[in-house]
């Protein structure tokens, strides 16, 4: 959520940002009324509940006639309350929704753009790999090494979900504990987080209500609980309505969790393999960090995923989103892209946002200066990997003629040693 006192004082800038991200800048003068009629209201039910404390304070010096027309004057002083408080109410409810429609404001780098068309690559690294014979697909090296099964995972749990197998869950499991002890001496705190969460986490997170057809919602006349698209979610909330000391920042976290979405917006898109599931297991990287610190440690935290991708020897991209591209919620959003050999293009392997204040003023969390003033932090997020999309990406650069897929050096110690994925016979 932005300021209201940026939308007061510099509302152009606003509108000029609603105009950015494609979306109707007229939203601005409603939300200008609704304000100020906010303000006007709330504004006199305070002064008439000032007079009724008053005269609570005065009404034992009182007697006769002149207690009997207080009373008489303090009752509809309090009938005048009790119809505006519904008032009020049902403006703030309209002020609520229409704040909460607004985007952030973007990073002064973001392409303006309708959508990722206008995406910039920003880079390029590592070579393209040269096969002397036609790379296999994923799925094909799925099906052939036994270590991927998608018939039974549809069998048993719908499309779009999978089993994976032998080999290639211990190849996930090298790439979560290299990453455990990789992140560790960058010096981020690892959690366990919940990936059952309530909805003021995916509000907080803004991820509600622009994303809501997105999030699976579990036993909603029960527990009204909601399943994580990203740890991020879990993570950001954790020091929710806090005020944290300025000499503890940066808060640096990480995650290792599962991850669920309906991918509700993305039918007819990547119907094939696993490259776009319901179910996912992702390591995630996120920050709180003072204002004048923010942009040097986002950029600190994607050099990270980048040289996590670097030591895999994974070729990759960095893309720079558009303006109609990133969330509602993100001020800058660069995407690191690996090579698909099958596909002869790069594809998302994960991304890292700066959402500046948005979330925090939406989950309040603030820290505290010297001069005991408070500020709002700001909160990022970047992904370290994001399974099965990095472990397909792998299989495909470093399959070999014979069938076979070698190992990743750096993985290898995580590996049992083995520096081949054969077929399995599990």
């Given at each position: 959520?932005?300021?209201?006192?940026?939308?007061?004082?510099?509302?152009?800038k606003v509108r000029a940002e609603l105009k950015k991200r494609n979306k109707e800048a007229g939203i601005v003068d409603d939300i200008l009324k609704v304000d100020k009629d906010k303000r006007e209201l709330l504004s006199k039910i305070e002064e008439q509940k000032a007079r009724q404390n008053s005269f609570s304070e005065k009404i034992h010096?009182?007697?006769?006639?002149?207690?009997?027309q207080n009373i008489i004057e303090m009752k509809a002083v309090s009938e005048r309350i009790k119809e505006q408080e519904p008032k009020l109410k049902k403006i703030?409810?309209?002020?609520?929704?229409?704040?909460?429609?607004?985007?952030?404001i973007s990073h002064p780098s973001v392409v303006t753009g309708k959508d990722d068309a206008s995406n910039e690559v920003e880079k390029k690294w590592g070579e393209i790999p040269k096969f002397d014979f036609k790379p296999k697909s994923h799925i094909e090296l799925g099906e052939e090494l036994d270590v991927i099964d998608i018939k039974r995972g549809v069998k048993?749990?719908?499309?779009?979900?999978y089993y994976l197998k032998g080999d290639l869950v211990r190849l996930e499991h090298a790439i979560i504990q290299y990453l455990f002890d990789l992140l560790a001496e960058k010096g981020f705190t690892l959690l366990n987080v919940p990936v059952l969460v309530?909805?003021?986490?995916?509000?907080?997170?803004?991820?509600?209500?622009?994303?809501?057809?997105e999030i699976y919602n579990v036993n909603p006349e029960d527990d009204d609980l909601y399943l994580i698209g990203t740890s991020e979610v879990s993570l950001a909330s954790y020091h929710a309505d806090e005020i944290l000391e300025e000499e503890d920042l940066p808060k640096k976290y990480f995650a290792f969790s599962s991850c669920f979405r309906r991918e509700a917006g993305a039918y007819g898109r990547d119907t094939k393999g696993i490259f776009r599931v319901h179910q996912f297991e992702k390591v995630e990287m996120f920050q709180l960090i003072k204002e004048e610190d923010s942009w040097r440690e986002y950029e600190k935290m994607l050099e990270i995923f980048e040289e996590i991708l670097q030591r895999l020897e994974i070729p990759y991209q960095r893309v720079l989103l558009s303006t109609g591209d990133i969330s509602q919620q993100s001020a800058k959003t660069t995407d690191l892209e690996g090579w698909f050999p099958s596909q002869e293009k790069?594809?998302?392997?994960?991304?890292?946002?700066?959402?500046?204040?948005?979330?925090?003023?939406r989950l309040n969390i603030r820290y505290q200066d010297k001069n005991k003033k408070k500020h709002f932090a700001h909160l990022m997020n970047c992904t370290a990997a994001a399974m099965p999309r990095l472990l397909i990406c792998i299989l495909e650069n470093y399959q070999q003629k014979d069938g076979s897929v070698i190992v990743p050096q750096v993985l290898r110690p995580y590996f049992s040693g083995k520096d081949v994925i054969k077929k399995s016979n599990s």
């Amino acid at each position: 959520m932005i300021d209201i006192n940026l939308l007061r004082k510099e509302k152009e800038k606003v509108r000029a940002e609603l105009k950015k991200r494609n979306k109707e800048a007229g939203i601005v003068d409603d939300i200008l009324k609704v304000d100020k009629d906010k303000r006007e209201l709330l504004s006199k039910i305070e002064e008439q509940k000032a007079r009724q404390n008053s005269f609570s304070e005065k009404i034992h010096t009182l007697s006769g006639q002149e207690k009997q027309q207080n009373i008489i004057e303090m009752k509809a002083v309090s009938e005048r309350i009790k119809e505006q408080e519904p008032k009020l109410k049902k403006i703030e409810k309209e002020y609520s929704r229409l704040m909460s429609s607004l985007p952030n404001i973007s990073h002064p780098s973001v392409v303006t753009g309708k959508d990722d068309a206008s995406n910039e690559v920003e880079k390029k690294w590592g070579e393209i790999p040269k096969f002397d014979f036609k790379p296999k697909s994923h799925i094909e090296l799925g099906e052939e090494l036994d270590v991927i099964d998608i018939k039974r995972g549809v069998k048993v749990s719908g499309n779009r979900f999978y089993y994976l197998k032998g080999d290639l869950v211990r190849l996930e499991h090298a790439i979560i504990q290299y990453l455990f002890d990789l992140l560790a001496e960058k010096g981020f705190t690892l959690l366990n987080v919940p990936v059952l969460v309530k909805e003021k986490a995916l509000y907080g997170t803004g991820f509600f209500p622009a994303e809501k057809n997105e999030i699976y919602n579990v036993n909603p006349e029960d527990d009204d609980l909601y399943l994580i698209g990203t740890s991020e979610v879990s993570l950001a909330s954790y020091h929710a309505d806090e005020i944290l000391e300025e000499e503890d920042l940066p808060k640096k976290y990480f995650a290792f969790s599962s991850c669920f979405r309906r991918e509700a917006g993305a039918y007819g898109r990547d119907t094939k393999g696993i490259f776009r599931v319901h179910q996912f297991e992702k390591v995630e990287m996120f920050q709180l960090i003072k204002e004048e610190d923010s942009w040097r440690e986002y950029e600190k935290m994607l050099e990270i995923f980048e040289e996590i991708l670097q030591r895999l020897e994974i070729p990759y991209q960095r893309v720079l989103l558009s303006t109609g591209d990133i969330s509602q919620q993100s001020a800058k959003t660069t995407d690191l892209e690996g090579w698909f050999p099958s596909q002869e293009k790069y594809r998302e392997l994960g991304s890292g946002s700066n959402t500046t204040t948005f979330q925090s003023r939406r989950l309040n969390i603030r820290y505290q200066d010297k001069n005991k003033k408070k500020h709002f932090a700001h909160l990022m997020n970047c992904t370290a990997a994001a399974m099965p999309r990095l472990l397909i990406c792998i299989l495909e650069n470093y399959q070999q003629k014979d069938g076979s897929v070698i190992v990743p050096q750096v993985l290898r110690p995580y590996f049992s040693g083995k520096d081949v994925i054969k077929k399995s016979n599990s």
